[in-house]
């Protein structure tokens, strides 16, 4: 079995501001990294655990968790099972969906750094109420659990809007042609890759790990250069491109 390192952008910050974990389902995979972790050094940081499941039987590692969360010594720890109503040995389990005033009242502070890891919808509700909440966008970091629907790029539109030129002050950068779609725009490192970029121009896209790993969002590049943002686990066929982890050095023309 060949294994690669980490990689990606949603990683534990250092500091000593409180922290949030949010997960939904099986989501709580990479925030249960991070909550080893935390237990592994004993983090004085007070800890929230939020996580949302049906219910016990789909509730993945519950007693993992649970006893991670026994090690730190300011953890809180709140459950909600949408399905099942908690046992009277769970206090920390509330039956429903977390609502934005059930929130309020776990005392979640607005200088948090909050990791949300979910499908989402869930990941908008949430990070609508964090927001509303007062916490910055910057401290609020996101982790998608689930892919686009597939689909063909450059073939078949995702919704019915019309690709067009991003939102926002146009970048300085070199001139990016999608050539499919007919959009030509400046690059602005703001977009962070050429995929968050087609993204802003409703250019259709597909994707799925978003780190270079998987190779679903591979595209042909028509003219022009580009670099890894994050090196790729194995470079693309000549000729094509990974679109979700780079970015152009010269004006490019992608066939999207
Ligand atoms: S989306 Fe997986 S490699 Fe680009």
């Known amino acids: 079995m060949d294994i690669a390192s980490p990689r990606g952008t949603f990683v534990l910050e250092e500091g000593s501001r409180p922290i949030v974990l949010i997960s939904a389902g099986i989501g709580a995979t990479p925030v249960l990294a991070m909550l080893h972790r935390l237990a592994a050094t004993r983090d004085p940081r007070p800890v929230w655990w939020i996580h949302i499941a049906h219910d016990r039987a789909h509730h993945a590692f519950a007693d993992e968790t649970h006893a991670l969360l026994a090690q730190l010594p300011d953890a809180h720890e709140h459950i909600y099972y949408t399905g099942e109503a908690p046992r009277p040995d769970e206090p920390y389990v509330t039956q429903g969906r977390p609502s934005a005033s059930s929130l309020a009242r776990l005392g979640i502070p607005a200088d948090a750094d909050v990791y949300l890891c979910g499908p989402t919808a869930f990941m908008d509700h949430f990070g609508g109420f964090l927001r509303d ?25 995702t919704a019915g809007v019309r690709p067009h030129q991003p939102p926002g002050p146009p970048g300085t950068g070199p001139l990016i042609t999608f050539s499919r779609s007919g959009v030509t725009t400046p690059w602005s490192p703001a977009h962070g890759s050429l995929l968050d970029l087609a993204e802003a121009c409703h250019i259709p896209t597909r994707w799925s790990c978003r780190t270079g790993v998987c190779h679903t969002c591979v595209t042909h590049i028509v003219s022009g250069d580009i670099t890894y943002t994050t090196p790729p686990l194995e470079l693309p066929e000549a000729g094509t491109v990974l679109v979700c982890c780079s970015a152009p050095t010269t004006e490019v023309v992608l066939d999207l």
């Open 133 to 157: 909440h007062g916490l910055p966008p910057e401290r609020i970091h996101t982790e998608q659990f689930s892919a686009l629907p597939a689909i063909n790029p450059g073939v078949t539109p």
